[in-house]
């Protein structure tokens, strides 16, 4: 004889239960085309994250300082946007 079965689904247990919960929870409403593209665009988040991360220019703050005078060269108006808007602050 076997063991009698219960009427009720069985419940699966564990992290795979939180994450489709999880998941159900935010992409339940999009559409489907932008599921992807919400993957793609974390996806570079994180890897620019690590790489930026890992140099140590990137703490010092040297990094932003030697974009931000880059830009300078590169775009007109963004030496008087510095000059008048962000310096004062």
């Known amino acids: 004889m076997s063991a009698p079965q219960s009427d009720r689904p069985t419940q699966r247990l564990g992290i795979l239960t939180g994450i489709e919960r999880l998941l ?5 409403n999009l559409p489907a085309f932008l599921i992807p593209l919400q993957l793609f665009l974390g996806a570079g988040w994180l890897r620019a994250a690590i790489s930026n991360g890992s140099q140590s220019d990137w703490w010092s703050g040297g990094y932003l300082e030697n974009f931000l005078i880059d830009q ?7 030496r008087a946007f510095l000059d008048f808007a962000v310096e004062p602050l």
């Open 72 to 78: 300078t060269s590169t775009i007109p108006w963004y």
């Open 24 to 28: 159900d929870r935010h992409y339940g």
